[in-house]
């Protein structure tokens, strides 16, 4: 990125295994150490996805009952963060 915009620092994190409320809770982090641009993506994309072999993709896949349970989470992340 550097050669299209100088200053950039490129951070990939990884550690979906660590649950939506670490996630959260490293993203925090991230903003207190200054990040401008978080880019989360939690498995959502892939409800009733088909892997190569015909199984249903069960990987990161996140249930709307499971996402609402984060909801007050997500709510008070993002009026943390709002300017």
Do not use: C, Q
Not at 21 to 44: C, H, K, M, Q
Not at 73 to 79: K, N, R
């Amino acid at each position: 990125m550097d050669d299209v915009g100088p200053g950039f620092d490129v951070i990939v994190d990884r550690n979906s295994d660590a649950g939506i409320t670490a996630n959260v809770a490293a993203s925090v982090n991230l903003v207190e150490d200054g990040v401008r641009v978080l880019n989360w993506s939690w498995g959502i994309h892939r409800v009733g996805a088909i892997d190569i072999n015909g199984k249903e993709v069960d990987s990161l896949v996140r249930s709307g009952i499971a996402m609402s349970g984060y909801e007050e989470l997500l709510e008070e992340f993002f009026l943390m963060v709002a300017p």
